[in-house]
Each structure stands twice: as structure tokens, then as C-alpha cells.
Nanobody, 128 residues
Framework: QEQVVESGGGSVQPGGSLRLSCTAS????????AAWFRQAPGKEREGVAS????????WYLESVKGRFTISRDTASNTVYLQMNNLQPEDTAVYFC?????????????????????WGRGTQVTVAS
């Protein structure tokens, strides 16, 4: 069964860090575009970061630039989201998404264009 599973969420204080993992089974993440989205209560799902499948170029939501880093590890078939200096406004359920192609869809931050696989999400809570 093809699926992606997120892990690594949790509760941290402002200024803390978390690393989210998106691990695939039954499919490879190594040559397709992948992304992280998040959805807070009462808000629409928004793109946080994406990475293409051929040269590793990445794109970020403006509010997370300089704090979040998306990367992939081909050996473990995993895409990561390193989140530093977390703030309360980062609180949300974070989802991993894959695309069918190496290039990211346009616009990359629109969830509807990610036609590969979606995980069920992992909760990130930032509070003092």
C-alpha cells in the first residue's frame, strides 16, 4: 500500500525546535516533488515549504523563511521539515504531500494541485 506518514510533532515553547519527518512506504520520494502544508483550526490549509524532485530547489512561506528548512534523505526515503524558533502562530496540524512529477506544481502553495499522496498529519503546538 502506497502511503506517506508524518511524525515528529509535539508541544514546544516559543523559540523551540522540532523536526518533522515524512516517510514513504510503497513509493519513492526521491524523484518527485514534496511539500509540507499546515492547517490551523478555522483556517485554510497553507503551503509551508516545498522541494522539487531533481535538484532540491525549495520554496517557503514568507513567514517561515530563515526558520524552517525542507530537505530529503534518499537513503531513508524521507522528507524532513526542520523548524527552528517556533512561534505560537506556527501551531497547526502539519501534512506531508507528494506530487506526481519532479517539478512542483504552480503555484506550489495551493494544496489542490498536489495530486500524489497526503499523510494524515502531525500536530505541532507552540505555547508557553
Amino acid at each position: 500500500q502506497e502511503q506517506v506518514v508524518e511524525s515528529g510533532g509535539g508541544s514546544v515553547q516559543p523559540g523551540g525546535s522540532l523536526r518533522l519527518s515524512c516517510t514513504a512506504s510503497g513509493l519513492t520520494l526521491n524523484n518527485v516533488a514534496a511539500a509540507w502544508f499546515r492547517q490551523a483550526p478555522g483556517k485554510e490549509r497553507e503551503g509551508v515549504a516545498s522541494i522539487n524532485g531533481h535538484n532540491g530547489r525549495s520554496w517557503y512561506l514568507e513567514s517561515v523563511k530563515g526558520r524552517f528548512t525542507i530537505s530529503r534523505d534518499t537513503a531513508s526515503n524521507t522528507v524532513y521539515l526542520q523548524m527552528n524558533n517556533l512561534q505560537p502562530e506556527d501551531t497547526a496540524v502539519y501534512f506531508c504531500a507528494t506530487h506526481l512529477y519532479q517539478g512542483v506544481p504552480a503555484p506550489w502553495y495551493a494544496a489542490k494541485w498536489w495530486g500524489g499522496h497526503w499523510g494524515r498529519g502531525t500536530q505541532v503546538t507552540v505555547a508557553s
